[in-house]
T-cell receptor
Framework: EPEVTQTPSHQVTQMGQEVILRCVPISNHLYFYWYRQILGQKVEFLVS????????KSEIFDDQFSVERPDGSNFTLKIRSTKLEDSAMYFCASSEEGRGGGYTFGSGTRLTVV | EDKVVQSPLSLVVHEGDTVTLNCSYEVTNFRSLLWYKQEKKAPTFLFMLTSSGIEKKSGRLSSILDKKELFSILNITATQTGDSAVYLC??????????FGGGTRLMVKP
């Protein structure tokens, strides 16, 4: 079964450093997303991406965050200057169309900011 | 602001029991409601519901949506230890995002 692949599975970084989280969505999917889940809290939407541009973003997704699809397969989330409160599990997801039900989530990257 | 509330927060049952998980929502421009199972990491898709009163079924799991009362239930019959997980409810609005509830943590004891 097709999978969304995320790397690394766990990243530890120092406060103020830049991190890039990587995702390979399912190949025929057109919509890409990032969600995050702070330990013990709800899964929260960050951003959706379609046709090489952001289609929607939440208020969490401020100027410290950016997304990119640098080639035909990767989808990245960059956090420019990490803060302690950025520590969370970050999930990438993709869907064939923007219907919600076709979402496939990756297994996540646990980001720990120290 | 869209809102999804799940209850109970957690549940402990024994194998063979039947459980009902609840999800209520307030969302503008509702498109669909989704149920996911989250074991260790990634949420895995269970059901998508768009119409009221139509039960979706997959093995021992079933779910139904009430768009008038703005809630959904997820039923699991003859529970097994492998059903132990966090069950997440999410609503999809007219924008392209999911709003998740806080989840129900189900533990099934042998």
């Amino acid at each position: 079964e097709p999978e969304v692949t995320q790397t690394p599975s766990h990243q530890v970084t120092q406060m103020g450093q830049e991190v890039i989280l990587r995702c390979v969505p399912i190949s025929n999917h057109l919509y890409f997303y990032w969600y995050r889940q702070i330990l013990g809290q709800k899964v929260e939407f960050l951003v959706s991406f379609y046709n090489n541009e952001i289609s929607e973003k939440s208020e969490i997704f401020d100027d410290q965050f950016s997304v990119e699809r640098p080639d035909g397969s990767n989808f990245t989330l960059k956090i420019r200057s990490t803060k302690l409160e950025d520590s969370a599990m970050y999930f990438c997801a993709s869907s064939e169309e923007g219907r919600g039900g076709g979402y496939t989530f990756g297994s996540g990257t646990r980001l720990t900011v120290v | 602001e869209d809102k999804v509330v799940q209850s109970p927060l957690s549940l402990v049952v024994h194998e063979g029991d039947t459980v009902t998980l609840n999800c209520s929502y307030e969302v503008t421009n509702f498109r669909s409601l989704l149920w996911y199972k989250q074991e260790k990491k990634a949420p895995t898709f269970l059901f998508m519901l768009t119409s009221s009163g139509i039960e979706k079924k997959s093995g021992r799991l079933s779910s139904i949506l009430d768009k008038k009362e703005l809630f959904s239930i997820l039923n699991i019959t003859a529970t097994q230890t492998g059903d132990s997980a966090v069950y997440l409810c999410a609503v999809h609005n007219a924008g392209n995002m999911l709003t998740f509830g806080g989840g129900t943590r189900l533990m099934v004891k042998p």
